[in-house]
């Protein structure tokens, strides 16, 4: 058996998957865990994968009409109280906040003081908070529809924390919409996971599955969920984007009401959708290797980073003038919706061009003094080997870049559809519906079977009878399913067509 090349990142995904994760994150310096537990510190340069994210989607969402505000980030109880199926999804997640100041004790140290008459729960979502203020701003059907989004953070008190998959405390933009009819409210909702599923292909290099949850995993109190599901290198699935259809029972329990066009009183009909700091997770499962972080060139927090190259003193003022002339000249080039954003790294020292390679910049840039007498730089692209460089033209490369930024794009995207398709099959049988996603316990204890594509009676007991004895859950039911005949996987029973199982973050 030969020797197995050293990696970056250590141990290897086929090692340890978890710890894998958690060296990616630290090696590539995106962030930290914070002193509060579960909580995490973001660095600038996972920071800005969320600038970016946010950049592109305020504009997607602001082009069908949406506008953003800002809501309060506690919620009264009774405001929670008011829809029961709400705030039982939510109640074991809920930070509470019962006292409103601090006092000195007794020995030193401090304690609570001055209790709140009534306890506020930090919003772990605002469905029931902007629900209040819906209910004010409508009075007439002419006010609807009311199309409104928020840029905050969120709070749900996890017991099993891991830095951007699941954080006490987390970014996230939540859009809620009120309409004066269902079917309105209906196309919005689907308006919203088109958005999501756009940006999710196109911007992250994610292929998703789009469709709608079943009903024991909807969002609390919506009518109806729809998701999108992509898979992650260990073959779980990741959801990376929903929206709800939340019929009239959010706007009864805040009494959203409009006088419409019949003058009669009714109740609006309200959606909720979001996404969060979570798909910077998804970039990092989907994407990097044993390397490191690897990043999609459009959200990319930097696209190249120059390496200017000169042993000898008497070349340095040379390299460092025709870096910056470059640089300038590929900061005024536009790709997509930014200028091409670069960093010089000058630093004396060695393993300069590995730190980059850890941080899945997607293209990093050699200039010595005989790349400059042949007229040309080293080009090295974050989605090949860290020994596959080439040699292009230093005039030629700004005219080019743009295109070479697309080509890893959508090598990405291609290669991440391939994995999917690779470990996605239709299985009939039980017993080898079981096996697939039973653990390989020897060698890979954290790498699962992938998507299962069977069939489902549409019973609740079969689909909680898979969750207890695998860990399995129904990731979606595929909007571009087909009808097709078949037997239940669980019970055997017929069923009408297939749905997505898998194991999930």
Known sequence: MGKQERTAVSPRRDEDYPEWYQ?????????????????????????????????????????TGVKNAYFPVFIPIRFLEKEAEHVEGFAKECAVVTHHRLES???????????????????????????ESFSKWVSSYRDLPLLINQWCNVVRWEMR??????????????????????????????QMLDVYETFVKEALALPVIKGEKTPSERFPGAVNTYCLEAMMQDRKALQAGTSHFLGQNFAKASGIMFQSAKERQEYAWTTSWGVSTRLIGAIIMAHSDDDGLVLPPVIASAHVVLLPIAKKAADRSRVMEVTRALARELGAVRYRHRRITVEIDDRDTGGRGWDWIKKGIPLRVEIGPRDIAQGAVMLGRRDRGPKDKESIGRDAFPKKIVSILDEIQQALFDRALRFRRAHTVSIDAKDAFYDFFTPRRIKRPEIHGGFSLSHWCGSAQCEAKVKEDLGVTIRCIALDAQDERGSCIVCGKPSARRVVFAKAY
């Open 23 to 63: 060296q990616v994150v630290k090696v590539s310096d995106l962030a930290e865990n914070s002193p509060v537990r579960g909580c995490m510190v973001i660095k600038p340069w996972g920071y800005a994968l969320w600038e970016n994210m946010k950049e592109i989607l305020d504009a997607m969402f602001k082009a």
């Open 105 to 131: 004790a007794e020995g030193g140290g401090l304690v609570p003081a001055g209790p709140l008459e009534e306890p506020l729960i930090v919003r772990p979502t605002s469905e029931t908070i902007i629900g």
């Open 161 to 190: 924390t891991r830095i951007f998959m699941r954080t006490s405390e987390f970014l996230w933009q939540e859009g809620h919409t009120a309409h004066a009819d269902s079917r309105e409210a209906m196309q919005r909702t689907l």
